[in-house]
């Protein structure tokens, strides 16, 4: 949410947060790209500072000059329409630019940004593009932070970091009551009511609120723990095909999947990389970075199931915001659900690079709701609709049941 008479200085607090996200970081780790999902944190940099100058300075900034002409090669993502673009496999050749050069970069654009801000006169499509990209650049602070913890966690040494912006990974749950919801027939998705400055942000893939019939449905108040999920690997869950997804349990034996990502058994004790090194496997903190597929096995295994996405928005905007995390537990993992990522109803495509946002990705995911720990602050609604493929495990997400 954004006032008008403060959008400079939210630009200047979303960009700063992205580089406190950095701090702890040695040159070395900047480069690293373990594998094809996570990105080197100098590109993450680079990329979110290339999106203000592709996309608000070039185009309405008279006399604009580019910082380095082969940036828009080096920092576009996936924007067919902007142009060619280094391969997502080869982020981590990208020795040059050097981080100095890139910081350089984002305090170029940043000055280019803070004098545009101040005298543009903002019509309502610039400024709804405005608030896309600081949106943009809340969703890559999250992947900095899910990307630096998989390049640290493969390390061998397993080193500790500062990460100030995470301060209770191991969050623990409060005492909730599960949610029922009754049966009958309930309207989800965002409502724009037209623009105003004022207004709450959504994404395009949010909007198209249509009405969903839903049996009466009991969802957990609180996520699966640790402890809970143990329970299940040492119950040989991984060994039983019984429980898994054809996919799912193709994905176990290709990859010998034996437990959550970061978890390494030692001396018959379970381990679990964090940002303070190796430490203890905390049974009392909600289980994190699990897959779908493992999602849905432990749920399986429990002879219950994920909530559809449109049960999760139900109950949680049943819950009075205030009180969300105390009811709901929301906002520790991001929660898988059973559905399918899918446009809503009269979705629509917008014309250019930012329709490519959200739409092409409509295929071979599943949503997860709610926030993490590594979520910035007021980045997350009822509505709002993450998604990954089922294989995924290294962003923070958990598990939420639902009685069968």
Known sequence: MIAEHTLTEQYYRVRLHSET???????EDYVVQPIADVSPPKWHLGHTTWFWETFVLMPNVAHYRIFHEDFSFVFNSYYETVGKRVLRTDRGNLSRPTVAGVYAYRAHVDEQMSRFLDTAD???????????????????????????????GHNPLLPAIDMPVV??????????????????????????????????????????AHKVYLNKTTLAGNLVT????????????????RHWL?????????QGIKAPLYWHQIDGEWWHYTFDGLRLVDLDAPVCHVSHYEADAYAR???????????WEVAASTVAMDAVLRKFNWGSRWEWTNSAYLPYPGFITAEGAVGEYNGKFMSGQMVLRGASVATPEGHSRPTYRNFFQPDKQWQFTGIRLVNQ
Not at 21 to 27: A, D, P, S, Y
Not at 301 to 311: A, D, G, H, N, Y
């Open 21 to 27: 996200v950095c701090r702890g970081l040695e040159t």
């Open 122 to 152: 903002l019509s309502p499509e610039l400024y709804g593009l405005i608030e896309l990209g600081l949106n943009h650049e809340q969703q890559h602070q999250e992947l900095l932070i899910t990307d630096i913890k998989y390049i640290l």
């Open 167 to 208: 301060t209770r990974l191991e969050t623990h749950q409060s005492p909730a009551d599960s949610i029922t919801i009754s049966e009958g027939v309930y309207t989800v998705g965002y409502q724009p009511t037209g623009f105003h400055r004022n207004g709450q942000f959504y994404f395009d893939n949010e909007v198209g």
């Open 226 to 241: 640790n402890e809970a999920y143990l329970a299940f690997v040492e119950a040989g869950g991984y060994q039983n095909f």
């Open 246 to 254: 054809s996919d799912g349990w193709a994905w176990v034996k290709a």
């Open 301 to 311: 295994w429990k002879e219950q199931r994920l909530p559809t996405e449109f049960e």
